[in-house]
Nanobody, 127 residues
Framework: QVQLVESGGGLVQAGGSLRLSCAAS????????MAWFRQAPGKEREFVAT????????HYADSVKGRFTISRENAKNTVYLQMNSLKPEDTAVYFC????????????????????WGQGTQVTVSS
């Protein structure tokens, strides 16, 4: 089992920045691909960014490319999402997700591909 706890959400004005953190506990963090998803009210959960366990494979949704940066510190069992130039349409609950990833050669962008989920952290961007 892997337990994931997100933090760092909050209220920010458009154009501002936030950094989300996801702390993992349980099994060896280094063998897990990590991702961030988000879900706005009345909408389906959507992919934001993912990083392989080696950190060599990173992929972003087109809607956040160039504004968001995903990173990880395996020694601290933590993955981050730096969000810059935030827009009102970025408002959502942001979820951290994990799945086993022994190859580190692929990236995963679908909700069903992830095994473990955090409880989510609210990000609200005001206009």
């Amino acid at each position: 089992q892997v337990q994931l706890v997100e933090s760092g959400g909050g209220l920010v004005q458009a154009g501002g920045s936030l950094r989300l953190s996801c702390a993992a506990s349980g099994r060896t963090f280094g063998n897990y691909a990590m991702a961030w998803f988000r879900q706005a009210p009345g909408k389906e959960r959507e992919f934001v960014a993912t990083i392989s366990w080696t950190g060599s494979r990173i992929h972003y949704a087109d809607s956040v490319k160039g504004r968001f940066t995903i990173s990880r510190e395996n020694a601290k069992n933590t993955v981050y999402l730096q969000m810059n130039s935030l827009k009102p349409e970025d408002t959502a609950v942001y979820f951290c997700a994990a799945r086993s990833d022994y190859s580190g050669s692929y990236y995963y962008t679908e909700v069903y591909e992830y095994t473990y989920w955090g409880q989510g952290t609210q990000v609200t961007v005001s206009s």
